[in-house]
């Protein structure tokens, strides 16, 4: 089993780490060609409307191992795109 809660500001520096990782973000795009995230953009990131982003992790642990996004979020369609990361790879 898994936890999922909301992506928190000390979540910042662990998962804009997992997302300057090649081996992750070769497969994501955040508009206009950026793949690579700071902690800095992923904190706007997290404050907008049209992105929801929550860190999972292994039951009985507190560290995540990964973070969960769904970005460009219409509500008036209910739609948004969903991606996620396993940011620790031995899981």
């Known amino acids: 089993m898994a936890?999922?809660?909301p992506?928190?500001?000390?979540?910042?520096?662990?998962?804009?780490g997992w997302?300057?990782?090649?081996?992750?973000?070769?497969?994501?795009?955040?508009g206009?060609?950026?793949?690579?995230?700071?902690?800095?953009?992923?904190?706007?990131?997290s404050q907008r409307d049209?992105?929801?982003l929550m860190v999972f992790g292994a039951d009985g642990e507190t560290t995540p191992i990964g973070l969960i996004g769904v970005s460009n979020i219409a509500p008036m369609?209910?739609?948004g795109t969903?991606?996620?990361?396993?940011?620790e790879k031995s899981y």
């Open 19 to 30: 997302l300057s990782n090649e081996r992750n973000y070769a497969w994501l795009d955040f």
């Open 3 to 5: 936890w999922v809660r």
């Open 77 to 79: 369609f209910g739609s």
């Open 7 to 16: 992506l928190e500001p000390h979540d910042l520096e662990l998962t804009a």
């Open 32 to 45: 206009g060609g950026v793949q690579q995230l700071s902690p800095l953009a992923l904190a706007a990131m």
């Open 82 to 87: 969903l991606w996620y990361v396993l940011g």
């Open 50 to 52: 049209m992105h929801d």
